[in-house]
C-alpha cells in the first residue's frame, strides 16, 4: 500500500513540476527536505498524533517549511497531511527524486572492490558505463571488500556485473565438482 501511495502521490508531484517547468527546482527542494526529515522523525510522529485535528497539523507545516520551499510543494505538504498520508512523505520524496533521476537519464552505480580504485580507474569506469548504458551521468558510489580479492562487482539499479575473483574462484569451484573422473 505505501509504494501505491509513494507513486500516486509522487507521480503527481513529478507531473506539477513537469508542467511548471520546475523539475529542477522542486529536485533541488525535496533532495534537502528528505535529510531534515529524516533527521527530525519527532515531525512526522507529531504529525501522525490522532489527537492533533488536520489543521492543526496542516498549520504546523505551514509553521515549519513556510518561505522555505517553493508555494507549490508548500501546497503539496499540506495535501499530504490534509489526506493523512505524513508517515509516506519520506516515501512519497524518495519516489519523486527517483522519477527525476529517471526522466534526467541520471543513473546510480555501486561500485565494491577488492582495493581503493585510483582516480583515473574511476573515470575509466565511469566513461565505460556511460558508453555501455543510456545513462547520460551516473551518481558514483565506492567500497571495498578485501574478501573480493580482486576484480569489482558493479550494480545498477537490478544488474549486477561480478568480476570478483572470490566469484570466479567459487564458479570454478562447482564446476570442478561437477567433473567426474573416469
Given amino acids: 500500500m505505501a509504494k501505491l501511495v509513494s507513486k500516486v502521490y509522487g507521480d503527481a508531484l513529478f507531473e506539477t513540476a513537469m508542467d511548471r517547468d520546475k523539475v ?19 515531525l512526522l510522529t507529531l504529525l501522525s498524533n490522532p489527537q ?16 522555505k520551499v517553493a508555494e507549490e510543494l508548500m501546497g ?3 495535501i499530504i497531511v490534509e489526506k493523512g498520508r505524513q508517515s509516506d512523505m519520506i516515501h512519497i520524496f524518495e519516489y519523486f527524486i527517483q522519477r527525476v533521476k ?14 581503493e ?3 583515473e580507474q574511476k573515470a575509466l569506469l565511469e566513461e565505460k ?23 569489482m562487482v ?3 539499479g537490478d544488474h549486477v556485473v561480478d568480476s570478483s575473483i572470490r566469484t570466479r574462484l567459487y ?10 573422473l573416469a
Fill in 102 to 115: 529517471e526522466y534526467k537519464r541520471i543513473g546510480a552505480a555501486y561500485v565494491t572492490s577488492a582495493a
Fill in 76 to 78: 503539496f505538504l499540506s
Fill in 52 to 67: 492533533i485535528v488536520k489543521e492543526e497539523k496542516v498549520s504546523i507545516i505551514h509553521q515549519v517549511f513556510d518561505h
Fill in 154 to 156: 558493479i550494480r545498477i
Fill in 129 to 151: 558505463l556511460l558508453a555501455t548504458t543510456s545513462y547520460v551521468t551516473f551518481e558514483m558510489h565506492y567500497q571495498t571488500d578485501p574478501e573480493l580479492m580482486g576484480g
Fill in 117 to 119: 580504485l585510483k582516480p
Fill in 24 to 42: 529542477d527546482a522542486f529536485y533541488e527542494e525535496v533532495s534537502v527536505l528528505v535529510p531534515i526529515l529524516e533527521d527530525h522523525p519527532e
Fill in 171 to 180: 564458479e570454478l569451484k562447482k564446476e570442478l565438482s561437477h567433473l567426474q
